[in-house]
């Protein structure tokens, strides 16, 4: 479900909350299931139980997960938050596509960069 790419300069918690909020985003961890307990997921990736806990933080503060005393942590419902995700990512693609522009980047060049990426993405599907 969830891995950990040392190689990737990103503190580790940063990864982990990434992999939930797209796994909570595509529908494969459903609203109101039960996250995986922060010691339980910490033994299996060989990892700090704080470093979990942290990630749960952020996790819940962007609203993806809810706590329950005494029960754990449950997945937020993802509609909302999805539309969340993709208006920020949008945002800061309009900010990146600002940015090309004025660095000289044909929009060509751009357009064909985007259809190789979604090409890759279909090839992996």
Do not use: C, W
């Not at 982990?16 to 033994?43: H, N, Y």
């Not at 942290?54 to 942590?73: H, S, T």
């Not at 693609?93 to 979604?118: C, H, N, P, T, W």
């Amino acid at each position: 479900m969830i891995y950990i790419d040392y190689k990737d300069r990103r503190p580790i918690y940063e990864q982990i909350v990434e992999k939930f909020q797209m796994l909570i985003i595509k529908g494969a961890l459903e609203p109101d299931s039960q996250m995986p307990s922060v010691r339980g997921l910490a033994t299996e990736l060989g990892i700090n139980p704080n470093t979990i806990q942290r990630a749960y933080n952020m996790l819940e503060q962007e609203g993806f997960i809810y706590p329950v005393k005494g029960r754990g942590n449950f997945v937020a419902g993802g509609e909302k938050l999805a539309r969340q995700k993709q208006e920020r990512f949008l945002a800061g693609f309009a900010d990146s596509l600002r940015q090309a522009r004025e660095l000289g980047i044909d929009r060509e060049l751009l357009k064909g960069k985007v259809e190789e990426i979604y090409k890759e993405e279909r090839a992996h599907d």
